[in-house]
């Protein structure tokens, strides 16, 4: 009987994006519609890596907004996080706040008891933007 070594990688849907970036010009492959004008603005989970701590699910991280912009038959594209209460919260303390959607901040068997009664919702809207008239809602 044989066996073979097995390598594991971390799945790639999980790297962290750390860095809000801006590029005015993307390079195209084939050409870009000459009609094609406006923005593309969708959210999304980026930051699944803390100091003291790392995401377990989908929907737990940090949410960034990201823009592909499309004008005279060119490409920009910026990004940038979502600065919500428990992105904030996150950034200074290395470690969650707020419950997310299956990561608990690691609380204390007490503080998770009282939380049954007052939780402290997550504002991490990593899941769909919506256009409500001139404003844009994310929403988790």
């Given at each position: 009987m044989t066996t073979a070594a097995v390598?594991?990688?971390?799945?790639?849907?999980?790297?962290?994006?750390?860095?809000?970036?801006?590029?005015?010009?993307?390079?195209?492959?084939?050409t870009v519609p000459g009609w094609l004008?406006?923005?593309l603005v969708r959210t999304g989970p980026a930051l699944w890596d803390l100091p003291e701590q790392t995401m377990k699910h989908w929907f737990d991280g940090l949410a960034m907004l990201h823009r592909f912009s499309f004008?005279?038959?060119?490409?920009?594209?910026?990004?940038?996080?979502?600065?919500?209460?428990?992105?904030r919260a996150a950034r200074e303390r290395g470690r969650l706040s707020y419950s997310e959607f299956a990561t608990d901040p690691c609380r204390?068997?007490?503080?998770?008891?009282?939380?049954?009664?007052?939780?402290?919702?997550?504002d991490n809207?990593?899941?769909?933007?919506?256009?409500?008239?001139?404003?844009f809602v994310a929403m988790t």
């Open positions: 390598t594991t990688t971390p799945a790639r849907g999980f790297d962290s994006l750390t860095d809000e970036v801006r590029l005015d010009r993307l390079s195209v492959q084939g004008t406006g923005s004008a005279d038959q060119n490409v920009s594209y910026a990004n940038r996080f979502l600065e919500t209460r428990a992105y204390s068997l007490f503080q998770r008891v009282t939380a049954m009664f007052s939780p402290s919702l997550t809207a990593n899941v769909n933007l919506v256009r409500l008239g001139e404003r």
